[in-house]
């Protein structure tokens, strides 16, 4: 019968021996061990070698812990060593970067053919229960944000944890703002600035929390996580839909690169679209994502068939590091808005200026209509007017609100 107490690869205790260890302890150290890209060893040498690594490490490992210390396998490519002495961070770091150190400059012979060097990262915590297990886990992602073969001891206090948390309430919140009806969609004007009235609208959701109305930065990566982001652009567009029937504005939605993966957008918009008695051609879809990202023939097929129902296409956030002007011009898109940190600062930064300068000077030879947003007064509206701009979005004309001007 096999030892669940004992793993049978390398002889090591197992993660069941790990947990009955912590749940007797009063204090522990500590360190999650994660070896970097073991996948792509197994992809490239196959499980056998793979497994022969493992063995190879936690020989290593045995001779590089800490001293004292009580090494477990957990799972696949993850070791955990325990101490309970008590370490000042200083320690605790030392002995990490140490273990760190240790495999960077050793080179594992796997079989008599095979010579390979492995790096590791390391998530330190301490505690006195499993739950320091899951701090050193988070200590680790919050490493691979940035870089890999090294180690983070965990802080609660960090931008990351936060994050976490943050995101967390909002996996909660979305749940129940579905539940409870409270996505609410608001309307922003868009000034046409040569008849300087409203033409257009874009259409912002919010959630109703607690009687704060939350804008999208706060849930979307929640709503990503929990699958919901098509639901989220669906309540959108019935609400917008809506709110627009009988009206003569055009108006933009916002869709994700999810919404055009999931490839259901053409049979909702014209069922929508049919209830209400809104003409496509009054809909702009406003792309989220940097264009980059959505550059597969099966996008691109989408977006033109949603054009040729006479639905029109905006790109949001134009200007910033990540745009590319040769995308722009295979998506040629009805419109581009250019993106707002240019435009708030237009008149204080010459490089602000010539970007947009260059961006309205190409979309004018393109014949795509440009919409300047965060215009917040008078002298940047007189800007944007002097530029050659077609359009203007911002507080200066009017906030996001329930209802329409």
Known sequence: MQDIYKDSLTNLPSRFALMEYL?????ANIFLIDIDNFSNINNAYGFKIGDLLLIEIAKLLAIAKPYGSK????????FVLVSTNIMSLKILSD???SMVSFFDQTDI?????IDMRVSISIGVATGKSSETLKNARTAIKELREHRRASYKIYNPDSSFI??????????????E????????????PIINNITKKIQKYECLVRINDNGVLAPPIRFMEASRLTGTLSLLTKTVIEQSFKKFSGTEYEFSINITSTDLHLNYLKKFLLKIAQKYEINPSKVSLEMLEDINTLNTPEILEQLNM?????????????????????RLLEFSPDYLKIDGSFIKNILID????????????????SNIKVIAEFVHNAEVQAKVEELGVDFSQGYYFGEPKADLL
């Not at 012979?109 to 053919?113: A, E, F, I, K, N």
């Open 306 to 326: 949603l054009r040729n129902q006479g639905f029109k296409i905006s790109i949001d956030d134009f200007g910033s590091e990540s745009s590319n002007f040769s």
């Open 71 to 78: 090494l477990f396998r957990l799972n696949s490519d993850e």
């Open 109 to 113: 012979l796997v079989l008599d053919d």
């Open 23 to 27: 749940q007797g302890l009063e204090h």
């Open 350 to 365: 010459k490089k602000s200026l010539i970007i947009v300068e260059t961006i309205v000077l190409l979309c004018k030879k």
């Open 162 to 175: 936060k994050k976490q948390q943050e995101n967390i309430y909002w996996i909660h919140k979305i749940k």
């Open 95 to 97: 002995d990490a970067s």
């Open 177 to 188: 703002a579905f539940e409870k009806e409270q996505l609410i969609t608001y309307y922003q």
